[in-house]
């Protein structure tokens, strides 16, 4: 079965500092993958995604994933984090057939100024 | 965000009566998508629709049904609301039918069943 693992439920990087949030997905073949970001009180903003081709992706905000197969994951990270970017991270999964996502649990981001 | 639009934000309602949540688009965008989100769940898929009177179950369908009587418009009821569905609530829409351009999603309804 599909499944997304964020093993980091709440992380907390001072201003400045670099980041990276883990995500390991389980899915029979190479799935699209996924990074959202959710501001307090907001939907889910899409911030990079990977179909196939350079397994480093860059995203919105200064984010980048990439994507690892053999560890069947795709870690988001940033070189310098800025106090706006406080907010849930979810990453998922979705079939290539189906459109069928699965969004893991979340990583909490707080950032000290 | 623009062009995704979720009514109620917020709502407050009694066990066992009926709920209707509303998800609009002017981005006439085909696939549309409901989706419940729970503190260590994440999202979770309830109904999705690839167009006007096609719709589909997903993950966590049970309680819940759908309508798509128009591009613009998927509506989400809950047949007898149970404390269980108390949640934040999402529509999403996409451009294609395989998800590979992900969602734009809504801004959400916050449902409490009391």
């Known amino acids: 079965a599909q499944s997304v693992t964020q093993p980091d439920i709440h992380i907390t990087v001072s201003e400045g500092a670099s980041l990276e949030l883990r995500c390991n997905y389980s899915y029979g073949a190479t799935p699209y993958l996924f990074w959202y970001v959710q501001s307090p009180g907001q939907g889910l903003q899409l911030l990079l995604k990977y179909f196939s081709g350079d397994t480093l992706v860059q995203g919105i905000k200064g984010f980048e994933a990439e994507f690892k197969r053999s560890q069947s994951s795709f870690n988001l990270r940033k070189p310098s984090v800025h106090w706006s970017d406080a907010a849930e991270y979810f990453c998922a999964v979705g079939a290539r057939v189906g459109n069928q996502f699965y969004f893991g649990t979340g990583t909490s981001l707080t950032v000290i100024p | 965000d623009a062009g995704i639009t979720q009514s109620p934000r917020h709502k407050v309602t009694e066990t066992g009566t009926p709920v209707t949540l509303r998800c609009h688009q002017t981005e006439n965008h085909r696939y549309m998508y409901w989706y419940r989100q729970d503190p260590g769940h994440g999202l979770r898929l309830i109904h999705y629709s690839y167009g006007v009177k096609d719709t589909d179950k997903g993950e966590v369908s049970d309680g819940y049904s759908v309508s798509r009587s128009k591009t613009e418009d998927f509506l989400l009821t809950l047949e007898s609301a149970t404390s269980s569905q108390t949640s934040v609530y999402f529509c999403?829409?996409?451009?294609?039918?395989?998800?590979?351009?992900?969602?734009?999603f809504g801004s959400g309804t916050r449902l409490t069943v009391v």
């Open positions: 999403a829409i996409s451009t294609d039918r395989d998800g590979g351009g992900g969602y734009t």
